[in-house]
């Protein structure tokens, strides 16, 4: 029969163990927040960008209007393309599209 002494270590061993088993769990929470906080990171960055590409926006290049959300959120270039005439109250607007975002846009002529 195992001494009182025997008993408590062999308690104190499973608690350690248990205690590891919870180390990996906290580990795997930890490296999961750091992906997070890493993809949080970027997105900071490319939005920081997009107060930066609103300065250089030029609203029309060889002709053509251009998208001004593709130019903020990716700093691409898209033409925008009209797709109707239609009235607005009493009013004519000119309705545009992006077929890259799918912008959508009406504009007093």
Do not use: H
């Amino acid at each position: 029969m195992p001494t009182i002494s025997e008993q408590l270590n062999q308690i104190a061993i499973q608690f350690s163990s248990d205690r590891q088993i919870e180390k990996r769990e906290v580990q795997r929470e930890i490296a999961a927040a750091e992906t997070r906080l890493a993809l949080l990171a970027a997105r900071l960055a490319e939005i920081e960008k997009s107060r930066l590409r609103q300065s250089t926006f030029i609203a029309e290049r060889n002709g053509n209007y251009q998208c001004p959300r593709c130019w903020i959120q990716t700093g691409t270039t898209s033409d925008l393309k009209p797709v109707a005439v239609g009235i607005a109250g009493d009013r004519e607007i000119d309705q545009f599209v992006c077929g890259t975002c799918g912008f959508d846009e009406g504009f007093d002529p």
